[in-house]
């Protein structure tokens, strides 16, 4: 967002800041209770790409899949294969229950030249999977760079391609590499992304503008 900004107004540059998104980290803990064995894909943006969540289902009939969304992201006419379950506008204490109870979430999104939808799609769900320990393979987004470290926090794969899904989500089968990812997430958002860090850097920027705004203008 920040480089097409100055793109199109160059003359912004050095005065444009980015604060990221921010999560409340005391109220979304790290769930370590045992997980059922579903994959979760959730969020109602239409930038989400459930078309690959669907051919992934396919490819692995043996795992039941649970996805979250509306009506405008899967229509009741798409084939939806029998190890999916498809939930519309839940509540958000399902929601949450969702992100608590799962074993893996796929964050798949359409690339960043689709033309529909939220250009930061899965934002929320992205900091929210991390922040209670939810491991995430996700489509790769411009916007991802500025919140984790693929291989490290979570797994990446290119966009509309259900077969390296499918081989992302087999590395998690190791329980010693899945449990590294979970704790780096965790630990990432409790350092970079929390409300507090959120409001410390908003309460930053809005001090320097004011401070600016009240000092004498120089005569010339």
Known sequence: QKDFLLKKMPELMGRV?????GIDTAFFQLHTTPRQSYILAAGRDNGRDYQTVLKVAALLPEQEFHIVCSPRNLSTESSIP???????DVALSEWNKKFEEAKLLLLITHPDTFGDGADCSGQIALLHAMAVGLPIVATHKAYLADYVTPNKE???CPPHDADSVVRQMIRLEDATYRQALVQAARERVERSFSTHHMAEKLACIFTTLCQNSNETPVSR
Do not use: D, G
């Open 17 to 21: 800041h980015i604060v990221p998104l």
């Open 82 to 88: 029998p190890n999916v379950r498809v939930f519309y």
């Open 154 to 156: 979570i797994l990446v």
